[in-house]
């Protein structure tokens, strides 16, 4: 009995990781958004980044 | 036993005049009085009294009543006697009891209890051998039993009939050997000794066996010969081994069939002094293509850090849809030496992963920062698309192993409770065997 539960335990932990491996899953964190404007690519400095409270930050344009 | 089986003998106790049965006919050789407790000769016709013994004071309330008949797995058994016996450890007693079963066609076994455990024993018709060089094991049958315990056991309460002459105060040095469900116990007394093997039942089986009403009592601890649950970890830790192997067969095989391409590569400058500092620092790249289906994207960036750093805010933003992947990395790289020794911290490159990018048309908005004081900085970005991740199957190793690894600790667990019972110094069987 003990047996098969860890059989099936382990298909789904192999079966996890094949699904992982296949969609690209990722530790690292990344904030997703959407609808960035196609002006982003004329005005790089428009884009206002989740990361970019840096000492360059230069507000709108 | 069947309808036919003998009848029982009735007697008379004489010393309160209680009425006797006995059950074993001409195998019994001492007799019991339930009544007042006193031990009677079965031999001689006058019913001796061998010893008189305060059974009041002292009255064990059997389990399983004389008189019960059960069905043991070679037959149909009756219980005709019941003694407890008693060691003493470090000033504290332990009793267990013995059950004294009968069969007029099979001959004697015993039912042992002790804190809810039970064995079913029987006297052993061939000897233990003792393992050359050491008294911690004997052999039977090419099983090796290793010693458990021996100690001075006194028979503290006796009732109904036995086989042999039976006294309350009667001493004899006993040796358990245990290969569990099995244990061998050798009872010493002067220069005689006999062996039984015992093997462990659940106490339910014993109530099913003797039809006793309720539950049986529940056990206490872990017993010497109590089977492990925990029985199958080699079993288990097999299991793992072959999934491990199977979970590497198909990482190998998801790698060599991931697409682990290049999609962009380019070098660029910054340099972030007092002069450059009104330049906006961020830019975006030429458009790439990201194919097949959904997976990840590794970007990976180097930079000439010599005792400084590079942060840089990456957007990997779809050019068609709008979707934005925002994360800032650093690389840093610091180095020197000091009274230890030389000394070095970080890296000048990093490695970021995004999940699950769709396929499409991308490009990167970079925006990069550094310390002012520190020059220009040159940094490589590269770009790759559906890179294999040996991470996941490390994750699934331990994920896979925390099932058996629990068993093993908890088996360790049982083990260590089974033996902390244990002690004495085990007999030299070679002569007295």
Redesign the interface.
Known sequence: M??RL??A???L??G???V???????????????????S??DN??S?R????A???Y?GG? | MSADSPAAKALNCPKCGAPLTVRSFDHAVTIVCGSCGSILDAKDPALKILQEFEAKTRAVEPLIPLGTRGTMPDGPYEVIGLQQRTITVEGADYSWHEYLLFNPFKGFRYLTQYDGHWNDARPLRSLPAAVLGTRQRVSLDGVTYKHFQTAEARTTFVLGEFPWEVRVGEIALVSDYVAPPRLLSREATGNEATWSIGEYIPGRIVWEAFGLPGQPPRPVGVYANQPSPFR?LA??WR??AV?AA??LV??IG??LS?LNAKVFERTYTFD?RPQQ?ER?????TDVFELKG?????ELTTRASVDNSWL?V?Y?L?N?D????????REVSWYHGRDEDGDWSEGSSQDV??????PPGRY?L???P?TAPDRGAVRYNILVKR????F???G??LL??AI??AV?TWRSLKFEHARWAEGGGAAPDIGSAA
Do not use: C
Request: hydrophobic share 40%; no cysteine; glycine share 8%.
């Open positions: 003990i047996g860890y059989l335990y382990g298909l932990v192999l996890l990781m094949g992982a491996q296949y969609r690209g899953w990722s530790f690292d964190s990344v904030s997703q958004r959407k609808d960035v404007p196609r982003v690519r790089p400095g884009y980044s989740a990361y970019g840096s000492r360059r230069t344009k | 199958s079993t288990t299991s793992f999934m199977v979970g198909l990482m998801m790698a991931s972030a500092a906006e620092p961020s830019f975006v289906h959904t997976s990840n994207v942060v805010n957007a933003i050019q849809t709008g979707q934005a992947y925002d994360f800032g970021a992963i995004i999940p699950s990018v490009y908005r970079v925006e920062d559906d890179v294999p991740r991470l996941f199957y994750v699934a994920a896979l099932p058996p068993a």
